[in-house]
């Protein structure tokens, strides 16, 4: 508070000395900033202004003598890094030939200030909860984007931590646990996954189907919210915040490393990608496309400095179905390809489940109008109601990194090979992010590392998404697959494991067979299991848990897509060996509400079992910020389209646990002496 009225009377002293230096004489431009460790400034047009001057001075402001002024041409915005702690008082005057303006409004320019709240914490710690709405409030459309606020669709409030449960349901029979201690801290690592960094411009998207939706769920049960959601306008911020959010973290208590599980991009595109990796590379972005409407002067279209992760981690990347298929659910071809680097939006036909063709139309897709505040949709309908086809500026940048195609049976081209690719385009650890040039060289997302050289634990990075497929069923780009080629490596690397005496984690982007939501605990099968055999996938979910079971060191398999928290034990089939069962744990989005990510904490324990601690967190944001506002309307739109149960749901959807699992004799004399000793509480 005291901060806050010392800013207001330095600025209002500012705004007194240079308020009468000149007479009024054309119209002042409004002036906006971006502040971080980058700073961005913009100024609006001012009609029949032949230039603009820019003044500032140093907070606090020491009085008329330390006014610079710069005259600025004919630009309207000014970019750039300036030292850490750097603090000024800015002014804009535009001018022309009767003169100066007076002076705009004074912005403050901080350097090197914290963008996200300073308020970093677990969700032991704290909750993020939607407020409950009353049963009988109005039902709005999704479209409806600035009723959002008015009815209370997007409130959000924090509420009290949860705790971590123990769960045993893998141990033997009669295991309870209640004399073990935590003993010894093996592993300490982050998972993030389904960023979806979109590009909003594109029009090659199905932003008709989530737009235009009815209230609540379909009849079939389905939230078209993956289809659109406004949250579009600013993941590349959420992403930017989580980071952040790591890095405060790991001050606190290291990471060994990151892990990333798929769908980095929403739709295979290059800029989607780069704008990926950019971000967590700390470099400067331009979160448009196309004429970058709206890039002066609407909050999410503004250039910006992410902060980067820190240097120190390690990350490593898995591979998603966005990151290889048109929204995730079609093969790219020369067609849709076509439609990422044209200047036509989209037109399809009404039913999902039609991959765009030339066949397929009658309802243009729309893409978010950027000179909006709220991100509008336009170019979206019925073609009947367009005079001419909608258009964008075309950007060649939105090429799609597939090159696969299907013509009369035989399959060509790579859905992997140029994503892989861009990952050695990095200034972050380690070059490749997993991939290696054997990856490269043999078309194969598959991969093992070993995240502490000391510490007998290993990673192993399964690409367990569909690949291009002419005899396909649909849905079938959005399960889980394995291939001859992938199930052998798989089989391989863990009897690798397994003979080295290695703990193994695996992780994929599609979970196998985990239970079907937060509070149903039946299975959910996800895996491609074609009526007629198919080279595509020949492993159902039970099958390949059916393998997974002979490997006793396999402690945890984690996994994104689902774009939820969930927990699913993996017993053993054999009680008489309950060292054969495992845990796996899902990771939530950050598109979508809850915007989670995980921290896993691998712990030795005093009877020399082993506790998987899984934690969820909630990126800091601070009140304002456009990551804030994400998570506002993400509240909001599962709201409208069903994904929160009721309105009187006020659930986090956060799942902490312990999860204990048990590890085979010769595995407990092993690592009876590794890991450094724990105090405090578990999680912490």
Same mark, same amino acid.
């Given at each position: 508070m005291k901060l806050k009225s010392y800013f207001f009377v330095m600025t209002c002293a500012f705004m007194i000395l240079v308020s009468g230096t000149v007479m009024a004489q054309p119209q002042p431009p409004v002036l906006s900033v971006t502040n971080g460790s980058w700073m961005y400034l913009s100024w609006t047009s001012v009609a029949g202004a032949t230039g603009y001057t820019l003044s500032y001075a140093p907070m606090p402001f020491t009085g008329p003598a330390s006014i610079v002024s710069v005259d600025m041409g004919t630009q309207k915005s000014l970019s750039g890094e300036l030292p850490a702690g750097s603090a000024y008082y800015v002014a804009v005057q535009s001018r022309d030939n009767t003169g100066l303006s007076q002076y705009s409004n004074v912005v403050s320019v901080i350097v090197g200030s914290y963008p996200i709240s300073a308020d970093v914490f677990t969700t032991l710690q704290k909750t993020v909860s939607p407020v409950a709405l009353s049963l009988i409030t109005t039902q709005i459309p999704v479209a409806d984007l600035t009723l959002y606020e008015v009815f209370g669709y997007s409130a959000w409030q924090e509420g009290p931590g949860l705790s971590l449960v123990k769960r045993t349901d893998i141990m033997p029979a009669g295991y309870s646990g209640a004399s073990a201690m935590n003993a010894g801290r093996l592993l300490n690592f982050f998972s993030m996954t389904d960023v979806h960094i979109a590009d909003k411009e594109s029009p090659a998207q199905g932003n008709y189907y989530g737009w235009t939706a009815t209230f609540g769920m379909d009849a079939s049960g389905a939230n078209h919210s993956s289809a659109y959601s406004p949250v579009v306008c600013y993941t590349t911020q959420v992403l930017d915040a989580a980071v952040q959010t790591v890095n405060a973290i790991h001050n606190q208590k290291p990471f060994d490393f990151g892990i990333f599980l798929g769908d980095a991009v929403n739709n295979t595109q290059y800029n989607e990608l780069r704008w990926y990796i950019d971000v967590l590379d700390g470099k400067e972005i331009t979160p448009s496309s196309g004429d970058h409407i709206g890039s002066g002067d609407i909050d999410y279209q503004k250039p910006y400095k992410a902060a980067g992760l820190n240097k120190s981690i390690p990350w490593y990347q898995v591979l998603g179905n966005h990151d290889q298929f048109y929204m995730g659910s079609f093969l790219e071809n020369d067609y849709i390809r076509s439609l990422h680097v044209g200047d036509t939006i989209q037109n399809c036909s009404s039913n999902m489940s039609l991959p765009p063709s030339p066949d397929n139309h009658g309802y243009y897709m729309g893409v978010v109008d950027g000179s909006t505040p709220d991100g509008i949709i336009k170019g979206v309908g019925p073609e009947a109601y367009f005079a001419t086809p909608p258009k964008v500026a075309p950007d060649p940048n939105r090429r799609s990194l597939s090159t696969t195609n299907i013509i009369n049976g035989i399959t060509s081209g790579s859905s992997t090979l140029?994503?892989?690719?861009?990952?050695?385009?990095?200034?972050?650890?380690?070059?490749?992010? #997993?991939?290696?040039?054997?990856?490269? /060289?043999?078309?194969?997302?598959?991969?093992?590392?070993?995240?502490? @050289?000391?510490?007998?634990?290993?990673?192993?990075?399964?690409?367990?998404?569909?690949? *291009?497929?002419?005899?396909?069923? !649909?849905?079938?780009? *959005?399960?889980?697959?394995?291939? %001859?080629?992938?199930?052998? &490596?798989?089989?391989?690397?863990?009897?690798?494991?397994?003979?080295?005496?290695?703990?193994?984690?695996?992780?994929?982007?599609?979970? !196998? #067979?985990?239970?079907?939501?937060?509070?149903?605990?039946?299975?959910?099968?996800?895996?491609? *299991?074609? @009526?007629?055999?198919? $080279?595509? @996938?020949?492993?159902?979910?039970? %099958?390949?848990?059916?393998?997974?079971?002979?490997?006793?060191?396999?402690?945890? &398999?984690?996994?994104?897509?689902?774009?939820?928290?969930?927990? =699913? $034990?993996?017993?053993? =089939?054999?009680?008489?060996?309950?060292?054969?069962?495992?845990?796996? !744990?899902?990771? *939530?989005?950050?598109?979508?509400?809850?915007?989670?990510?995980?921290?896993?904490?691998? !712990?030795?324990?005093? /009877?020399?079992?082993? =506790?998987?601690?899984?934690?969820d967190v909630d990126p800091a944001v601070r009140d304002g910020s456009l990551a804030e506002l994400s998570r506002s309307k993400a509240i909001g739109i599962e709201r409208i389209l069903g994904g929160l149960s009721t309105f009187g749901d006020t659930t986090s959807h956060a799942v902490n646990a312990e999860l204990v699992k048990q590890l085979t004799p010769a595995m407990q004399a092993k690592i009876a002496n590794y890991g450094l000793p724990i105090a405090g509480t578990p999680g912490q």
């Open positions: 140029n994503w892989m690719n861009e990952f050695f385009n990095t200034t972050s650890i380690p070059t490749g992010h #997993g991939f290696t040039q054997s990856n490269i /060289d043999s078309d194969f997302a598959c991969y093992t590392f070993e995240p502490k @050289s000391n510490m007998p634990i290993r990673v192993i990075v399964l690409d367990d998404t569909c690949k *291009a497929n002419a005899n396909a069923q !649909v849905p079938y780009y *959005a399960r889980g697959c394995v291939d %001859q080629a992938r199930y052998d &490596w798989l089989v391989s690397e863990l009897g690798k494991g397994q003979a080295d005496g290695m703990l193994m984690i695996i992780a994929a982007h599609i979970p !196998v #067979g985990p239970q079907t939501g937060l509070t149903n605990p039946a299975p959910f099968n996800i895996f491609y *299991a074609p @009526s007629t055999p198919d $080279p595509h @996938s020949i492993k159902t979910d039970n %099958q390949l848990l059916t393998t997974l079971h002979n490997y006793p060191n396999l402690i945890l &398999w984690i996994a994104g897509h689902r774009h939820m928290n969930i927990i =699913s $034990p993996q017993p053993s =089939s054999d009680p008489s060996h309950p060292e054969n069962g495992f845990w796996e !744990v899902e990771t *939530a989005s950050t598109r979508d509400f809850p915007q989670q990510f995980r921290t896993f904490n691998i !712990v030795r324990n005093s /009877d020399n079992t082993i =506790s998987i601690i899984a934690v």
